[in-house]
């Protein structure tokens, strides 16, 4: 199951449970046994099993970004250069990327760098194609809403406004074409549904012919951070 970390704290009302990929914390309110805090433990201990199974395959390996790496528009170039400079430039289908010749492509500081500039171009090409298709999936479906834009969120895929504007992550473009459908058609069932209430989920059904379980359980297994 992992490691477990007791944590007594004097500002804690009530045990609580957090679990994450470097192990287990269980916080005690300070006038609370440790004894009756490990019975709760042993109480939930099927939830945090289940916990612990989710992050491990949340987690993934580090892997290196390094050519041929290719996004949907640009390929990536890297090109070794003299002093300790970086430079990042995105521009006619090629992310190119000038790092230190001493420092090895695979190191932390040059990935970082890579990162910013994948990042980059995955922002250029979502501007260039998700209002687009936000538009033509909205026109098929009669959805309508007031504006698109898209972030570098790492915390939701995308959202809806209460005003009908569409917010989109730029990490969208990690994903297959008919995922990013469904992100965009969850959001654009937001404009009528502002809730996920049933008839959201009716009508999320509806507009992707009875698959949105199935690609809500495939999408999880995507992350906006890399």
Same mark, same amino acid.
């Given at each position: 199951?992992?490691?477990?970390?007791?944590?007594?704290?004097?500002?804690?009302?009530? $045990?609580?449970? @957090?679990?994450?990929? =470097?192990?287990?914390? $269980?916080?005690?309110?300070?006038?609370?046994?440790?004894?009756?805090?490990?019975?709760? $433990?042993?109480?939930?201990?099927?939830?945090? *099993?289940?916990?612990?199974?989710?992050?491990?395959?949340?987690?993934?390996? =580090?892997?290196?970004? %390094?050519?041929?790496?290719?996004?949907? $528009?640009?390929? /990536?170039? %890297?090109?070794? !250069?003299?002093? #300790?400079?970086?430079?990042?430039?995105?521009?006619? !289908? @090629?992310?190119?990327?000038?790092?230190?010749?001493?420092? !090895?492509?695979?190191?932390?500081?040059?990935?970082?760098?890579?990162?910013?500039?994948?990042?980059?171009?995955?922002?250029?090409?979502?501007? #260039?194609? +998700?209002?687009?298709?936000?538009?033509? %999936?909205?026109? *098929?479906?009669?959805?309508?809403?007031?504006?698109?834009?898209?972030?570098?969120?790492?915390?939701?895929?995308?959202?809806?406004?209460?005003?009908?504007?569409?917010? /989109?992550?730029?990490?969208?473009?990690? /994903?297959?074409?008919?995922?990013?459908?469904?992100?965009?058609?969850?959001? %654009?069932?937001?404009?009528?549904?502002?809730?996920?209430?049933?008839?959201?989920?009716? +009508?999320?059904?509806?507009? #992707? *012919?009875?698959?949105?379980?199935?690609?809500?359980?495939?999408?999880?297994?995507?992350?906006?951070?890399?």
């Amino acid at each position: 199951m992992g490691p477990v970390t007791i944590n007594k704290s004097s500002r804690a009302r009530r $045990l609580s449970i @957090v679990v994450r990929s =470097t192990g287990i914390t $269980l916080t005690v309110p300070h006038r609370m046994a440790v004894k009756e805090a490990v019975k709760f $433990l042993d109480v939930k201990i099927e939830w945090v *099993q289940k916990a612990v199974e989710r992050n491990r395959r949340k987690a993934k390996p =580090t892997v290196a970004i %390094l050519p041929p790496f290719q996004t949907r $528009l640009h390929r /990536l170039e %890297l090109l070794p !250069g003299e002093g #300790t400079r970086f430079e990042i430039h995105v521009r006619n !289908g @090629v992310i190119s990327v000038v790092y230190p010749a001493l420092l !090895g492509p695979e190191s932390e500081a040059v990935q970082k760098v890579i990162k910013k500039g994948v990042a980059e171009a995955y922002r250029i090409e979502a501007k #260039t194609l +998700l209002p687009g298709r936000v538009a033509y %999936l909205a026109g *098929q479906h009669g959805f309508r809403c007031n504006a698109v834009t898209v972030r570098n969120s790492v915390s939701r895929w995308g959202s809806c406004s209460a005003d009908d504007r569409i917010s /989109l992550s730029l990490h969208l473009m990690t /994903l297959p074409d008919h995922l990013i459908d469904y992100v965009i058609l969850h959001e %654009l069932c937001h404009t009528v549904h502002k809730n996920h209430g049933p008839r959201f989920h009716a +009508l999320l059904d509806k507009v #992707t *012919q009875g698959r949105h379980r199935d690609y809500r359980i495939e999408l999880r297994q995507y992350t906006t951070r890399w």
